[in-house]
Nanobody, 120 residues
Framework: QVQLVESGGGLVQPGGSLRLSCAAS????????MGWYRQAPGKQRELVAT???????NYADSVKGRFTISRDNTKNTVYLQMNSLKPEDTAVYYC??????????????WGQGTLVTVSS
């Protein structure tokens, strides 16, 4: 069994910074892509950023230059550093991880979500 645990959300003022973390644990053989998505109230879930096992990254246009995704393969953890936050970044942020477990099953897992609120 594999679990994802997110942390790092909270309330921040416009222009501030937050760092989200998502750690995978359990019966993991290998992790492929890792990513962050967000869902604002009344809107569909959207991609924020992804990172491949080789370290290639992809960002939504709305966060380019402000957010940075990274991963620590020794800790099975993906991070999202968010700088210059804007009120429109307010959303529940979800991590998504694709991996093979120790039974060689391909799994696509979502974290429980963490709320980021940008407000003065």
């Amino acid at each position: 069994q594999v679990q994802l645990v997110e942390s790092g959300g909270g309330l921040v003022q416009p222009g501030g910074s937050l760092r989200l973390s998502c750690a995978a644990s359990g019966s993991i053989f290998s992790i492929n892509a890792m990513g962050w998505y967000r869902q604002a109230p009344g809107k569909q879930r959207e991609l924020v950023a992804t990172i491949t096992s080789g370290g290639s990254t992809n960002y939504a246009d709305s966060v380019k230059g402000r957010f940075t995704i990274s991963r620590d393969n020794t800790k099975n953890t993906v991070y999202l550093q968010m700088n210059s936050l804007k009120p429109e970044d307010t959303a529940v942020y979800y991590c998504k991880v694709t991996l093979y477990d120790t039974r060689y099953r391909y799994l696509e897992l979502w974290g429980q979500g963490t709320l980021v609120t940008v407000s003065s």
